[in-house]
């Protein structure tokens, strides 16, 4: 569950980082930035899958709590009940090269631009494999917002997932947070 939410953060982050290679004149910003997502499942099986996690982990003895919730810290992870966020790291040369490395495993295209609009499709080998697309509107190298729409499996069926997205510049520097490995 986790590989497929920073999966689709990432893919939201490649397809900004794309953006001046097509002609935009705005630069992503390099360092930290910060990946905001609310997805809704066709089935509700998605849902029930991110409840039942909260539930697990309020249901844990508070230290071992703390190390799940320090252990997502370290990943750039944080889960709330509007939502989950993603931190990721974009460095200088990755922004210079207007491209982002992807997790493992995941590529993503741009398939039309209009303006400071991009559609991209994306795709991750898994487990499970998951592909879609997503329309992001940059509010220049600091922000955007956008929509997608990409298939998985959850507990072994098809399913669709919406998600609503956005995506802020947090900081210069990175702190914890490494750059996807390559």
Not at 19 to 46: C, D, F, N
Not at 144 to 171: C, H, L
Request: hydrophobic letters at 30%; charged letters at 25%; a positive charge.
């Amino acid at each position: 569950m986790k590989r497929r939410l920073r999966a689709a953060a990432l893919s939201a982050l490649a397809a900004s980082i794309a953006a001046p290679a097509l002609g935009q004149p705005v630069k992503m910003r390099p360092g930290l930035w910060e990946h905001t997502h609310t997805m809704t499942s066709q089935t509700g099986r998605y849902e029930q899958g991110m409840a039942e996690m909260q539930r697990q982990m309020a249901n844990m003895p508070p230290d071992q709590r703390r190390m799940m919730e320090q252990m997502m810290k370290q990943q750039g992870v944080a889960m709330g009940p509007k939502g989950t966020s993603v931190r990721a790291c974009i460095t200088k040369e990755d922004a210079e090269r207007d491209q982002v490395p992807a997790d493992e495993g995941c590529t993503s295209q741009v398939l039309q631009r209009s303006g400071a609009t991009l559609k991209v499709k994306f795709s991750c080998a898994g487990p499970p494999p998951s592909s879609g697309e997503s329309e992001i509107t940059f509010q220049g190298p600091t922000a955007y917002t956008g929509r997608g729409v990409f298939t998985t499996t959850i507990d072994g069926k098809p399913e669709r997932i919406n998600m609503e997205q956005s995506g802020r510049w947090v900081a210069a520097d990175c702190g914890t947070i490494k750059p996807p490995r390559r």
